[in-house]
């Protein structure tokens, strides 16, 4: 099912991860939250991890998350920021799971979609 909103089209399983992503942004009060959806549909929620020895956006740290549960693909991906884009290197870590045609959504901190790019 495709959804025509603010949101542009997106079905109703994208509208979910952005959901979630920015539910995982203000429950633990980080510059960003992500989402990704793996192939068998179950999705990885995670915030920005800012420990001395270790730094990971969300996005990486979501991706990682998949990896350590088994995943062995990726079906999309969302962040949730106030970036204007998602990184090379976010988009490097989900290519390296779900291939360069995965799709990567952008939403600022309200949830409203910025942009939607491939992980290419």
Request: hydrophobic share 45%; aromatic share 0%; charged share 25%.
């Amino acid at each position: 099912m495709t959804l025509s909103s603010e949101h542009g089209d997106l079905g109703a399983e994208d509208l979910k991860i952005i959901t979630l992503a920015r539910s995982a942004r203000a429950r633990n009060g980080v510059p960003e939250g992500a989402a990704v959806r793996d192939e068998t549909g179950r999705t990885y929620v995670a915030g920005t991890v800012e420990l001395e020895s270790l730094k990971l956006s969300a996005l990486r740290t979501a991706v990682a998350m998949a990896v350590a549960s088994g995943a062995r693909s990726l079906e999309a991906a969302a962040v949730v920021s106030s970036a204007a884009s998602a990184s090379e290197k976010d988009r490097a870590a989900v290519r390296d799971l779900g291939g360069p045609e995965t799709p990567v959504l952008l939403a600022g901190p309200d949830g409203q979609l910025r942009v939607a790019v491939t992980a290419g």
